[in-house]
């Protein structure tokens, strides 16, 4: 599963520090940090039906990751959300559409790594594009990587920072093995989540997720939490390892790029439902519509 080129994104304005500019003069400095060494953070946002899903927690995890990494002079989440204002009206972007929003450390004022270096404040970008859910209408085949998942010890994945190498690695290995997406194990073997989305798994009528210790917190992975709360189904986050996901009923991803994905392969190890609950479908019906309700109104 490739992304393709959407030709709508041809003549998209991008947003790089105030300025919305055509997506071939969209650049940052060679001098920015995250240039120099993947120093940013950033969110995956979605618009759906004039509305901005879960804006609140996206802003806050941005500022929690910024704060945690030490930024400075870091805008704030209004002039934050200005910036994504007026970058979705610049593109009549109402629907259909993903946003990558990064915000670096900014840049140096010579190549280096210490963050002494910068003191011309942050650098924002948002990148709107028309991009409908990647994982629409495919099911997902995963192989387990032989790269394990960032733990606190070393890296803590609950910055949702640009320095995506532990999962480019994994998803180097999946793409050898012709599978979709790459299963990554936390630092003693437990499923953690793949290269790039949160995992779930159900197994007689009760649904399971690992604890967020190496994974991304994810905002989609605690949309399906509540939703699974609501509609009465059992959740339970513990650790769980390949054996238990190899025979699970049901397996699905989560996120924001690719929302609910059925995974129907693990390691060659088909998914196959032997009890009669069947959750996935209620679930993303849910989430369908969540998405189709809540959200901050874009004020255009
Ligand atoms: C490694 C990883 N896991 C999970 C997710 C899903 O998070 P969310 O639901 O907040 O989009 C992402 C999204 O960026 C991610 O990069």
Known sequence: MLQKFDPRNQDILVYVNG???????????????????????????RVYNGKIFALEEHMLRLQHS????????????????QALFSTLEANEMRDDTH????????????SGMNPKLNQA????????????PIYQSIKLKLSTSSIRRNSPQNLDSKI?????????????????????????????????ETNATNIFMASQGILYTPHADSCLPGITRSKVIDLAQALGISLVEKNLSLTEFYNADEVFTTGTMGELAEVVEIDSREITNESEHLLLPGIKEAFASMVSVEGEKLPF
């Open 99 to 110: 946003v990558r929003l990064t915000l670096t450390r900014g840049e140096k004022i010579t």
């Open 160 to 192: 949702h920072h640009n320095n995506l190498i532990n999962n480019i690695l994994a998803k180097i290995e999946a793409n050898l093995c012709g599978a979709d997406d790459a299963l990554m194990l936390d630092q003693i073997g437990f499923v953690s």
């Open 66 to 81: 910024a704060k945690a990494m030490a930024f400075a002079a870091v805008p704030t989440t209004n002039q934050i959300k």
């Open 121 to 132: 404040g942050c650098t924002l970008i948002v990148l709107a594009e028309w991009k409908p």
């Open 19 to 45: 300025d919305l500019l055509p997506r071939a003069e969209a650049k940052v400095s060679v001098f920015d940090s995250v240039v120099q060494g993947g120093d940013a953070v950033w969110e995956g946002i």
